[in-house]
């Protein structure tokens, strides 16, 4: 094999790692730049909710917005919804797996309102909104979506699991200090008994007996 083909065919290879490392370096900054699901679908969200306004009548601006208007368009998203909600005058109401089918309406399920909300109220204040003023963390926002989970879980006849809540770490570290200090007082009262039934002894020598004779006595309290 001579030179000339001995250099080609490393400088074939050379390239050739180069270029696999080039498409895995674009890779990593591809996979690296793009958006979670959770971030891609609270955008999606975002731009659905704006549209809303846009086509409001009349237009709405996101200042003007208020509780009431977040409240309009989740009752608006219900004709796109998926979740047969049994009236109760519906044979299968309360019935979590009716066997035929009936004319109820589908309406959106409160998971899916919840977590919406949960992700536009994020983005409000992403796009410079202020937390008190939030629209989609106003108290009528919160007590509709009460209310749908409630009547939700009648119709359909299932339970919602309720979140735990997180304790904040200052009530954890007195809970644990209190959790602390009552073994430690346990674990003296518990030495304390012991030791009041531990009898006492004093020595008695027999003057005629070489035997040293050991006479418990009984805890005098």
Same mark, same amino acid.
């Given at each position: 094999?001579?030179?000339?083909?001995?250099?080609?065919?490393?400088?074939?290879?050379?390239?050739?790692?180069?270029?696999? /490392?080039?498409? =895995? #370096?674009?890779?990593?900054? $591809?996979? @690296?730049?793009?958006?979670?699901?959770? *971030?891609?679908?609270?955008?999606?969200?975002?731009?659905?909710?704006?549209?809303?306004?846009?086509?409001?009548?009349?237009?709405?601006?996101?200042?003007?917005?208020?509780?009431?208007?977040?409240?309009?368009?989740?009752?608006?998203?219900?004709?796109?919804?998926?979740?047969?909600?049994?009236?109760?005058?519906?044979?299968?109401?309360?019935?979590?797996?009716?066997?035929?089918?009936?004319?109820?309406?589908?309406?959106?399920?409160?998971?899916?309102?919840?977590?919406?909300?949960?992700?536009?109220?994020?983005?409000?204040?992403?796009?410079? /909104?202020?937390? =008190? #003023?939030?629209?989609?963390? $106003?108290? @009528?926002?919160?007590?509709?979506?009460? *209310?749908?989970?409630?009547?939700?879980?009648?119709?359909?006849?299932?339970?919602?699991e309720k979140k735990k809540?997180?304790?904040?770490?200052?009530?954890?570290?007195?809970?644990?200090?209190?959790?602390?200090?009552?073994?430690?007082?346990?674990?003296?009262?518990?030495?304390?008994?012991?030791?009041?039934?531990?009898?006492?002894?004093?020595?008695?020598?027999?003057?005629?007996?070489?035997?040293?004779i050991m006479i418990a006595m009984p805890?005098?309290?």
């Amino acid at each position: 094999m001579s030179a000339d083909v001995v250099t080609a065919v490393h400088g074939e290879g050379s390239s050739s790692k180069g270029s696999e /490392g080039s498409r =895995e #370096s674009m890779a990593v900054s $591809a996979a @690296a730049a793009a958006p979670s699901r959770y *971030e891609s679908q609270k955008r999606r969200d975002w731009s659905t909710f704006g549209q809303y306004l846009k086509n409001h009548r009349p237009p709405l601006a996101l200042s003007k917005c208020s509780g009431a208007h977040v409240l309009e368009f989740l009752k608006y998203l219900d004709q796109f919804g998926k979740t047969k909600v049994h009236l109760t005058a519906c044979p299968f109401f309360g019935h979590p797996h009716p066997p035929a089918p009936c004319a109820c309406p589908l309406k959106q399920a409160w998971g899916s309102l919840d977590a919406l909300i949960g992700r536009l109220r994020a983005a409000y204040e992403e796009h410079g /909104g202020k937390p =008190e #003023s939030n629209p989609f963390g $106003a108290r @009528a926002v919160r007590l509709y979506l009460r *209310e749908v989970r409630e009547t939700q879980a009648k119709a359909r006849g299932i339970a919602y699991e309720k979140k735990k809540r997180k304790r904040p770490p200052i009530q954890q570290q007195q809970q644990q200090q209190q959790q602390h200090q009552q073994h430690q007082l346990h674990q003296h009262q518990h030495h304390q008994h012991q030791h009041q039934q531990q009898p006492h002894h004093f020595v008695s020598n027999d003057p005629n007996s070489n035997t040293t004779i050991m006479i418990a006595m009984p805890n005098q309290n």
